[in-house]
């Protein structure tokens, strides 16, 4: 909620302040390099003092950069703002990092169970925080706040609720709690320096290189043609209701039947989640890319779209902490949403040259290529060793 509410009027604001709508787009870039930026610092928090320790890091440094945020729209000064939605994407880094901490203790075979209940429960702010936005700026300006401040202090109320929340009730740390049953009380050989330990770790482990290329191809997918379809939508003469309705379906695709694809990963194998979120994607693509002006299908493509993204993110996610030893799980956890940020990002940028330059089809069928491809790696190298444990 935190994350959603001052991101509902970030991209305006900086708008508002700098005069140009090419540098509004930056706000958004902001806070997905700023989720980007601190999510080796909260793996590495992580790893040397548990849980609580790293998201209480990401959510402090949201918690600033809401603070500074309010700050640069009072100054009236968009380079501040900036910096400020850079710590805000703390926030971010943060929620991602909570889906992993529900695994720590999870029983042999739940993982994707317990993460998917985190995932499902970002639903409820990612749907609330956006419609709180124009309340929480009346208010704020009520107790004398400047025009559009008040989302962002209403955001910082959200991230202080949540670090008092980690700190004062995630007891025992469940990281520290399951080195200690498993008799690893330490990170292990490059302790500290958390890329080296996480390179290590992937390069022994097939299974959590395959995990994390696959949130990172899902990721990406679920973004460039997310990002790029309300401009397609508004081109095609569709009103802003319209737009709206067709995201909040895609985002109740990703979020709302995240419990089942979870289910599912522990009962049928996460590998199998994985190629089915491929084929998700997949029929996504070529719906969005085949769509013409035709609503119903770009509504379609939308709903698929979230729906392979989740089966990525949470049977990949899974699988990443199931392939890995306990002591060295922040370290790879942590490189793979650094990774899952920076292919959104890219995609985002990619994504909108494409179409600008060739069209929303192209797109469809870029992405289309991209999928194929990690699809048939992955059922490849599926067909070349044994998956049962997974």
Not at 271 to 286: E, H, K, Q, R
């Amino acid at each position: 909620m935190g994350v959603a509410v001052g991101l509902a009027l970030s991209s305006v604001v900086v708008a508002d302040l700098s005069g140009s709508t090419v540098i509004s787009g930056f706000a958004g870039t902001a806070t997905v390099l700023g989720a980007a930026l601190l999510a080796l610092p909260t793996a590495k928090a992580s790893g040397s003092g548990g849980r609580r320790l790293g998201l209480s890091l990401a959510y402090v440094a949201a918690l600033a950069g809401c603070a500074i945020s309010v700050l640069a729209i009072s100054l009236r000064t968009w380079p501040l703002l900036l910096a400020g939605l850079v710590l805000v994407g703390g926030g971010s880094a943060g929620t991602l990092a909570a889906r992993y901490s529900a695994t720590d203790l999870a029983p042999k075979g739940r993982a994707a169970r317990h993460l998917s209940l985190v995932v499902w429960a970002s639903t409820i702010g990612s749907v609330a925080g956006p419609n709180l936005a124009k309340p929480a700026d009346q208010i704020g300006m009520r107790f004398g706040l400047v025009e559009n401040a008040g989302p962002f202090a209403f955001a910082a109320l959200a991230f202080a609720l949540a670090l008092v929340v980690i700190v004062g009730f995630l007891r025992p740390d469940p990281l520290l709690l399951a080195r200690d049953l498993d008799g690893t009380r330490e990170a292990g050989p490059g302790r500290g320096r958390t890329i080296r330990t996480a390179w290590e770790t992937l390069r022994a482990n097939p299974m959590a290189r395959r995990a994390l290329v696959m949130i990172a191809v899902s990721h990406t997918a679920m973004v460039s043609v997310m990002s790029m379809t309300p401009v397609k939508l508004h081109h095609d003469g569709a009103n802003l209701d319209v737009i709206g309705l067709v995201i909040s379906l895609h985002i109740a695709g990703m979020y709302v039947l995240s419990p089942v694809v979870g289910w599912l990963a522990d009962k049928a194998g996460k590998v199998p989640v994985l190629v089915l979120g491929t084929a998700l994607l997949l029929a996504a693509a070529a719906l969005a890319g085949t769509a013409g002006h035709r609503v119903g299908q770009v509504t379609a493509a939308l709903v698929l779209l979230g729906l392979g993204w989740s089966c990525g993110l949470v049977a990949g996610s899974a699988l990443v902490t199931e392939s890995v030893p306990v002591e060295r799980r922040p370290a790879v956890q942590g490189l793979s949403d650094l990774l899952m940020n920076i292919c959104g990002a890219t995609g985002t940028i990619v994504a909108g040259a494409i179409v600008g330059l060739l069209g929303y089809g192209v797109l469809g069928l870029v992405v289309g290529v991209m999928v194929a491809l990690a699809g048939l790696w992955l059922t490849a190298v599926r067909r070349r060793g044994p998956v049962a444990s997974t």
